[in-house]
Nanobody, 123 residues
Framework: QVQMRESGGGTVQAGESLRLSCVLS????????LAWIRQIPGKQREDVAM???????SYADSVKGRFTISKDNAKNTLDLQMNTLNSDDTAMYYC?????????????????WGQGTRVTVSS
């Protein structure tokens, strides 16, 4: 069964850290572009972090320097380390798989999504 499943969400205080994980099953993550995407009700979806097939990473300006995306091809996992969280980071976070936007940076055409994990940051 092809699926992606996130974990690691929760409620933290501003300034604290969280690590989200996504387990991919039924397919290899090597040939796909992977992303962490967040959705705040009433706001546009934001691609916060992306890692391309060659390992190149890119981040939304809102999280640059605070979030780090990584993948483990052997374990078929995708992680997002989130540091110095603030209330603006409160959202539902999804992992997603698509294709490289090459020659541009990032991912596009997401075809597989996880069910989401909620992150709440209280100030």
């Amino acid at each position: 069964q092809v699926q992606m499943r996130e974990s690691g969400g929760g409620t933290v205080q501003a300034g604290e850290s969280l690590r989200l994980s996504c387990v991919l099953s039924g397919f290899s993550l090597s040939p796909v572009c992977l992303a962490w995407i967040r959705q705040i009700p009433g706001k546009q979806r934001e691609d916060v972090a992306m890692i391309e097939t060659d390992g190149r990473t890119s981040y939304a300006d809102s999280v640059k320097g605070r979030f780090t995306i990584s993948k483990d091809n052997a374990k078929n996992t995708l992680d997002l380390q989130m540091n110095t969280l603030n209330s603006d980071d409160t959202a539902m976070y999804y992992c997603a798989a698509g294709r490289d936007k090459w020659p541009n940076v990032g991912c596009t055409d997401y075809t597989l999504w996880g069910q989401g994990t909620r992150v709440t940051v209280s100030s």
